[in-house]
């Protein structure tokens, strides 16, 4: 079964500062997208970025970046020149790459707190 | 903003009785997928509905039932209400089934007591 696990709770980081989130995955599908999202208190999740299974890059968007190790199966966060505006809960998801639905699947989460 | 929005934002119901909770999808898209999301917990899957029709479900039992409409908006229904129904209901937008750019509500907080 496909399962995304987050060990991480909670986490601190000074503004300005990187902070790395972690995310391991499991799954038998040879095909699968990974995201990550982020959900401030208002509830609404909003995308950050994605990659895919077959990319050979790391993905980029801004000041995130996704550390890809497909053997370890870990698709860690790096979130460089942390903001206040950062603080909020952040996922990391699987799209199931064998059904047809588009289907995520969540991880726990982790809560990051910025201090200024 | 996503331009999916979601009504109400907040509920309270008793338990037993019946709640509808709406999604207008962002416009250009014909997909939308209901999540489940408890306090402290990843959202989880619902089902999908994609041109009006169910496209996928996952582990829920029939009494949560969706409905999608010509313009691509959505209704969640669930009836018998039970505590642990308590939840943000968040749906996504896209523009198919296989998209991999899901654009989330901001989400109904549904409280049953």
């Known amino acids: 079964a496909q399962k995304i696990t987050q060990t991480q709770p909670g986490m601190f980081v000074q503004e300005k500062e990187a902070v790395t989130l972690d995310c391991t995955y499991d799954?038998?599908?040879?095909?699968?997208?990974l995201f990550w999202y982020k959900q401030p208190s208002s509830g609404e999740m909003i995308f950050l970025i994605y990659?895919?299974?077959?990319?050979?890059q790391n993905a980029t968007e801004g000041r995130y970046s996704l550390n890809f190790q497909k053997a370890r199966k870990s698709a860690n966060l790096v979130i460089s020149a942390s903001q206040l505006g950062d603080s909020a809960m952040y996922f990391c998801?699987?799209?199931?790459?064998?059904?047809?639905?588009?289907?995520?699947?969540f991880g726990q989460g982790t809560t990051l707190q910025v201090k200024p | 903003e996503t331009g999916v929005t979601q009504s109400p934002t907040h509920l309270i119901k008793t338990r037993g009785q019946q709640v509808t909770l709406r999604c207008s999808s962002q416009?250009?898209?014909?997909?939308v997928s209901w999540y489940q999301q408890a306090l402290g917990q990843g959202p989880q899957f619902i089902f999908q509905?994609?041109?009006?029709?169910?496209?996928g479900r996952g582990n829920f039992p029939p009494r949560f039932s969706g409905l999608q409409f010509p313009n691509y908006s959505s209704e969640l229904n669930v009836n018998a209400l039970e505590l642990d129904d308590s939840a943000l209901y968040l749906c996504?937008?896209?523009?198919?089934?296989?998209?991999?750019?899901?654009?989330f509500g901001p989400g109904t907080r549904l409280t049953v007591t």
């Open positions: 996504a937008s896209s523009t198919g089934p296989e998209s991999y750019e899901q654009y």
């Open positions: 990659q895919g299974s077959y990319d050979q």
């Open positions: 998801a699987m799209r199931d790459g064998a059904g047809n639905t588009g289907k995520l699947i």
């Open positions: 416009s250009g898209h014909n997909t």
């Open positions: 799954t038998s599908d040879p095909s699968y997208g």
């Open positions: 509905y994609y041109r009006e029709e169910e496209n």
